[in-house]
């Protein structure tokens, strides 16, 4: 109860202190390329149950049709204006708005498109007990999903085999052991790391850093376009 209610006051407060910066954005989405202001995309929420995210568009228009879920650096899909809101993460202000529907809360996982939900084994069910989240562990360890996979072929295989596991980790480990106060440490953490990028909270420094991830992706490659492979 007390999860939901900092949810709805927060995101509503959220929502007009950044009004400005949200007309701001829209209207710079809208003139920049063709389509709408937001990505619609349907994500699998609670119990697997199917939703709607308000994202500020970054991509152009049927971008899902064209390539798959994941979203390198140099994805030739991403706009002008979406490479800046996504580098600082703008684009994700306005699941504020499912936030305060109940579609979402502040900290859970990160939701994933419906496909995916449906294809999870035991492991990755158990992330659904809980509302998806606009931050968590993994947003904070992995900020920079793009820069990770950058330049790699298939983005999604990289990220399925080398992002995935370790992301999954970090969100059972958030089922595991969340709590109200540590809800708002992830919040702070998540405000630190857009300011400090190469920050990293003691409870993350097990995991692989930026270099690691990129290291395993490019071996990854490499083991791809050996011959016979």
């Known amino acids: ?13 959220g929502l007009i202190l950044f009004s400005p910066l949200l007309l701001a954005i829209a209207v710079w989405v809208k003139l920049d390329s063709r389509g709408p ?13 199917p939703f709607r995210i308000f994202k500020f568009r970054s991509m152009v228009t049927d971008a899902d ?12 899909r991403v706009t002008r ?3 800046f809101i996504r580098s600082l993460k703008l684009d994700e202000l306005t699941q504020l708005i499912n ?24 492991q990755g069910r158990k992330t659904l007990v809980n509302r998806p989240g606009i931050t968590d562990w993994a947003s904070i360890w992995n900020s920079d999903e793009g820069g990770v996979l950058a330049g790699v072929p298939d983005a999604d295989e990289a990220y399925d085999k080398v ?11 958030y089922i595991q052991t969340c709590s109200f106060w540590g809800d708002i440490k992830i919040i702070l953490y998540t405000l630190l790391k857009i300011v ?25 490659v490499a083991e791809k376009e050996k011959p016979g492979n």
Do not use: C
């Open 196 to 220: 400090r990028k190469g920050w990293i909270p003691k409870e993350l420094k097990d995991y692989p850093t930026f270099e690691q991830l990129r290291d395993e992706v490019q071996k990854l």
């Open 37 to 49: 202001v937001f990505y619609r995309g349907e994500r699998g929420g609670r119990d697997g149950k």
């Open 99 to 122: 936030v305060v529907l109940g579609h979402m809360s502040l900290v859970g996982p990160r939701p994933e498109v419906v496909w995916k939900v449906r294809n999870y084994d035991d």
């Open 1 to 13: 109860m007390l999860k939901r209610l900092f949810d709805i006051t927060a995101s509503t407060i």
């Open 65 to 76: 049709k064209i390539g798959g879920p994941s979203t390198s650096d140099d994805d030739p």
């Open 163 to 173: 992002i995935y596991p370790y992301k999954l980790k970090l969100q059972l480990y």
């Open 81 to 83: 204006s979406g490479r």
